[in-house]
């Protein structure tokens, strides 16, 4: 086998590697975890413990209380608005607010 031969084989075999491991590994749960991490933990408690940095802001995971969480995917694909001045505007891609809403359920308290 000629050098350049291998060294077109190794790209391939990165290339598959790079490409299917992580997608396959990441549930729709991780996705939303991730999500909610970075856009929302700044105001919200987004765990299983712990407090929310914005007092007026819902935890996570008691969001059951106060929210349908069966239309919580709609409501973020056409830009979640609440009343509250301190809460942007988000608008999500339809696998986003299901990851963001799977990972919402798997959290609520008893
Ligand atoms: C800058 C602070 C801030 C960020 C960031 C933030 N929120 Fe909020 N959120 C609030 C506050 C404050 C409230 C309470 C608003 C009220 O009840 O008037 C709230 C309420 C909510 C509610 C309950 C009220 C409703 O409309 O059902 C949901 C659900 C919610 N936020 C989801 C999210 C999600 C999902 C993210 C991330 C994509 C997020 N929030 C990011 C501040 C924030």
Do not use: W
């Amino acid at each position: 086998m000629t050098v350049r031969r291998e060294r077109m084989m190794a790209v391939a075999l990165l290339m598959l590697a790079a490409g299917s491991a992580p997608a396959m590994a990441e549930t729709l749960q991780q996705r939303g975890e991730v999500l909610a991490r970075g856009m929302c933990s700044g105001c919200h408690a987004i765990g299983r413990t712990g407090n929310s940095k914005h007092p007026a802001a819902p935890r996570f995971r008691s969001l059951d209380n106060q929210t349908n969480l069966a239309k919580l995917s709609v409501r973020l694909q056409g830009g979640l608005l609440t009343g509250h001045e301190d809460m942007p505007l988000f608008r999500f891609s339809r696998d986003d607010a299901d990851a963001m809403v799977a990972y919402i359920r798997s959290i609520q308290g008893p």
